[in-house]
């Protein structure tokens, strides 16, 4: 059974950094494409990043581009999310997600990923 488990989250001022992990278990880890989304209260969960399922591809939402890097360890099983540039508007709930299949593209498509995270809140004060 795949289990995603996500830390790292916290509160920050703007400008400031975190980095979000997602340790995985259950299956090979580099198989499969991984990403982050969030969302925030009252709004639908969005795309954040992603890795394609060789890890040599990724993809980033335009809102955090230059800001936010995804990093996968096979070796660890684990997923992250380095976020620098913190602002107000990225306060959310983040949650890690990991596709059932290796599909050919980067996905930024919640439903086309089959298993979640718990998520990890992060609050940016300005």
């Known amino acids: 059974q795949v289990r995603l488990v996500e830390s790292g989250g916290g509160s920050v001022q703007a400008g400031g950094s975190l980095r979000l992990s997602c340790a995985n278990s259950g299956r090979t880890f580099s198989n499969y494409g991984m990403g982050w989304f969030r969302q925030a209260p009252g709004k639908e969960r969005e795309f954040v990043a992603a890795?394609?399922?060789?890890?040599?591809?990724?993809s980033y939402a335009d809102s955090v581009k230059g800001r936010f890097t995804i990093s996968r360890d096979n070796a660890k099983n684990t997923l992250y999310l380095q976020m620098n540039g913190l602002k107000p508007e990225d306060t959310a709930v983040y949650y890690c997600?990991?596709?059932?299949?290796?599909?050919?593209?980067?996905?930024?498509?919640?439903?086309?990923?089959?298993?979640w995270g718990q998520g990890t809140q992060v609050t940016v004060s300005s």
């Open positions: 890795f394609g399922w060789s890890g040599s591809s990724t």
């Open positions: 997600a990991a596709d059932r299949i290796s599909r050919p593209y980067v996905s930024s498509t919640p439903s086309e990923y089959a298993y």
